[in-house]
């Protein structure tokens, strides 16, 4: 990886990082949902020093766009109800669950670090609106069309769900 | 910078949506962890396919996964707003509908 990507990467890590502490630790959820933007802003830009530049504008449209958004409107429709501590009672069971898995997790992160696999380069359509494009239409069409269909089922089933029952 | 970075990366992301999961009561925090946790599964499925670039195997399972985080999303939402027009909470431990 060049310079400028390395640079990119680490940028984007931290980030990414501080984003993900500010979703978990927050005590309103308008915070944590800025810290999820945050999240996901610097994931599509580490997207980018993996080639991958379609999914970097989706991620920006379908996460940071729609569903950062849609968390927005349901924290508004609750309102100050929301807002629960980050530290809610049984302290024990649940700093010990906590500390536990962030324990496995940094193992598992040490074990992995070192894996090293030499980048190839890549050809000049890989993970571009094309490539990726064609991939999908020619590998996984029927994925795609089931996709699509179980967006439309989501949709019919969110509204069934958080309908009025007056109505 | 090798991919071994991204592996790191993703797994310590992973284990602070897991965190987040497990301590966290408010329903909807939870479901920004679920969020946190795919998105890092993202970044390994995308630096798997930079590092083994013969096909876009990896980007085109990256691509669902963001579909189907949106559809979980939405339904979630949904649920969490029903439910809390039936109890006016939205703490897991005052969800005690299904418990007796």
Redesign the interface.
Known sequence: ?TGA??TL??VT?IF??IG??I??A?RR?LR??MG?LV??VS?AG??LT???H??AA??LL??AG??VV??VF??M??GP??E?G?I???LVS??T??AL??A???V???S??????A??A??AD??TVE??GL??YR??LV?FEL?SI??L???I???A??R??TE | ?????????A??????????F?????M??Q???I??ML?SA??LL??F?????G???G??F???V??????????G??????Y??VR????T?RATLLRY
Not at chain 1, 112 to 117: L, M, Q, T
Not at chain 2, 2 to 9: P, R, T
Not at chain 2, 77 to 82: S, T
Not at chain 2, 88 to 91: D, L, R, S
């Open positions: 990886m990507g390395a990467f680490v890590a990414a990082i993900a502490l979703t978990v927050a959820p944590a949902a999820l999240h996901i994931l580490m997207f993996l080639n991958a379609l999914l989706l991620q379908v996460y729609a569903i849609l968390f349901v924290i429709l609750i109800e929301a629960t980050p809610e009672g049984r649940r700093s669950a906590g898995t962030l496995v997790f940094l598992v992160a040490t992995v670090g070192g894996f090293d696999a980048w190839i890549v050809d890989f993970g490539g990726l991939a999908i590998n996984a994925p996709i179980t967006l089922v989501a949709i089933g969110a509204i769900i958080a009025s029952p | 910078m090798g991919i071994g970075a991204y592996l790191a990366l797994s310590v992301l992973f284990g602070i949506g897991a965190v987040g497990l301590t966290r009561r408010n909807l925090i479901l920004m962890s969020e946190l998105n993202n970044v995308l630096a396919n930079r590092a083994y670039p096909n876009h195997d980007q085109v990256a691509f669902f963001i579909a189907v985080a949106a559809a979980e999303a939405a339904v939402l949904a649920i969490v707003i029903a809390y027009r006016k909470t939205i703490e431990d």
